[in-house]
């Protein structure tokens, strides 16, 4: 407002002022009451407002920790699960290396028996005995009765 006194009969006479004066002092306390009063309203609704975004924020932490803790019991049952698996492809890792060394170790000693066997057929080519002047196929179907037959003629 303007900051002049309403426009009313004012106090000519000291009672009047004093009565005057009197109503300020009342209005004065009853603002006064009444700032405390809403000063005190704001403090508990601010107090009520605190309290319900602490909640709020406290609610939402919760969950997410309880994610957070459902995550990792989680990722601990798959690390244990990949632990078992690289170990298992360890042993079949191991487990191949030594089939393949004895795979080689095989493939050499063939190799040596096939040397041998035709080694040995050589041999036995060399050894076998030849018998000439006698007409091919004339031993009929039992060539050993025929050798004991005609050899010692």
Same mark, same amino acid.
């Given at each position: ?20 004066? =009197?109503?300020?002092? #009342?209005?004065?306390?009853?603002? +006064?009451? #009444? ?12 107090? +009520? @407002?605190?309290?319900? #975004? ?12 309880? +994610? ?7 990722? *601990?049952?798959?690390? =244990?699960?990949?632990? =078992? ?9 191991? =487990? ?8 080689? +170790?095989?493939?050499?000693?063939? *190799?040596?028996?096939? @040397? ?22 004339? *031993? ?14």
């Amino acid at each position: 407002m303007s900051g002049k006194k309403p426009s009313g009969s004012p106090a000519k006479t000291p009672s009047a002022k004093r009565k005057q004066s =009197e109503g300020d002092g #009342v209005d004065a306390n009853i603002a +006064s009451s #009444v700032s405390v009063a809403i000063e005190l309203a704001l403090a508990r609704q601010q107090d +009520s @407002l605190e309290a319900a #975004v602490i909640r709020a924020v406290q609610g939402a932490i919760d969950g997410m920790r309880n +994610s957070i803790d459902n995550l990792e019991r989680k990722v *601990e049952a798959y690390m =244990e699960t990949v632990k =078992e698996l690289v170990a298992k492809v360890d042993r079949v890792q191991a =487990e191949t290396r030594a089939m393949k060394r004895e795979v080689s +170790s095989n493939t050499s000693g063939l *190799e040596k028996m096939r @040397l041998k066997v035709a080694s040995l057929e050589d041999q036995d080519r060399r050894n076998n005995v030849r018998i000439t002047g006698i007409a091919t196929g004339r *031993e009929g179907g039992d060539a050993i009765a025929f050798l004991q037959d005609m050899l010692p003629k």
